[in-house]
Every structure is written in C-alpha cells, then in structure tokens.
C-alpha cells in the first residue's frame, strides 16, 4: 500500500530559474536587487538604462574596465545574455537611499553645483546634465543616472577615466573631460552630487531636449 501510493505520488516541483534567482551574485557587491547603499563603494545598478549596463558589461568583458571579478563573471557570456543581464537590472524601479554627504562647505557645494549644471566654458567642460538629464538619473536608451551613488565611487571613476584604467567605446568623452578637470573641481562635483536626494523620477528620462554637446560611443549604442 505505502509503495502504491508513493508510485501515485505527484512528482516534485521542478526548482524555479528566475533572473533574480541567477543575479544573486551581483548582490552581493550590488546590494540586495541591485540597489545598493550609498555607505559602500560598489555602484547603483538598479533602474540603469539598459543600454548603459550592457555597455558596462561589454566594457568589462573586453577589458574596456578593470575589474578581475566583474571580468571572470562575464567571460564567457554571450551578448544576448548581457543584454538579458542589462534589462533585468534596468526593469527594477526601486527608492533610492538618503543623500550620503551632509554638511558639506557651501563653496565646495557651489562649485560643485555649477559644473553638473552648467559646465565650465573656459575649461572645455559641459554640463552633466546636457547628457545625464536635468534631473541627473540619467537618460534612455544609455547615459547613467549619478544620483544616489557613493562619493568614493564617484571619486574613482574619475581617477580611472583620467589615467586611462577605465575607459569606454570611441569617442571617449568622460575620458576627456576627466583629464580637463581639476582633482578639486572632481571632488566638488562628487561632493555636491552625493549630497542631492532623489526627488524627481527616478525613472531615467526619455531623451534630452537638445543635442549632447560631445560625442560620446557609448551613449550612442
């Protein structure tokens, strides 16, 4: 009897295979669905352009991006599969943490400030938010919100853009204008960008009302 009724029994259900199950490992550098902290070091990748992380993803792939464990990840992944990877990612619309940096000098905040939203003419430099969007979290179909992001990742991506450590599709504009920058200008703007909440999307924006004022490849694939 206990045989014939374990022969009758229903099969197991067959182990569920998410993207979420399979992402796991990008949390625990990420946080938790991609949304990571701004204490830490390691980037947002939640709600990112799709475009923008099947770039980065491409970039650490070919060596574009230094990292050994982002590069051992993606080796051997297929374009279609990053693709896969880039708009799960991009599909999470989550809050974003409280602003990290608080209490900031008001001239390091002012100078800071002035160079997302306006540029420095006289140094060769736009705007941020002539590419990144008005409300800086970023712009589809590739630029990447800057918002929410830890200060001292901020700080890095510019020293690996300046000494070529990171770099990106051709024509490299943010490797540009890392190298025009001052290392006091980079830390007022990351200062300055670390402090500002989330109040407007976070969605990133549809397109921006008027043409990027450099080239840039890789927000253009």
Not at 53 to 59: A, E, T, V
Request: charged share 15%.
């Amino acid at each position: 009897m206990c045989l014939g009724s374990a022969a009758q029994a229903a099969p197991p259900a067959p182990p569920q295979d998410t993207m979420a199950q399979r992402m796991q490992a990008c949390t625990v550098c990420h946080g938790q669905d991609g949304r990571a902290t701004n204490q830490g070091y390691f980037p947002r990748i939640a709600g990112k352009p799709a475009g923008y992380l099947y770039n980065q993803l491409i970039h650490f792939r070919d060596g574009r991006r230094k990292n050994a464990t982002m590069s051992y990840l993606v080796d051997h992944m297929s374009e279609a599969y990053l693709r896969e990877i880039a708009e799960h990612f991009a599909a999470l619309d989550l809050p974003y943490p409280p602003p990290q940096t608080t209490g900031a000098p008001a001239a390091q905040l002012q100078r800071g400030e002035q160079l997302v939203r306006h540029g420095d003419p006289a140094l060769g430099i736009p705007a941020c938010a002539s590419c990144h969007g008005a409300a800086m979290t970023g712009v589809q179909p590739s630029m990447p919100g800057l918002l929410g992001l830890p200060r001292d990742y901020l700080l890095a991506q510019f020293g690996a853009w300046r000494t070529g450590l990171r770099q990106a599709t051709a024509p490299d504009c943010m490797g540009e204008i890392a190298r025009r920058l001052t290392p006091e200008d980079v830390s007022a703007m990351a200062v300055w960008l670390s402090s500002q909440p989330v109040t407007q999307g976070p969605a990133p924006a549809g397109s921006l009302p008027a043409k990027r004022p450099m080239a840039c490849g890789s927000g253009e694939r």
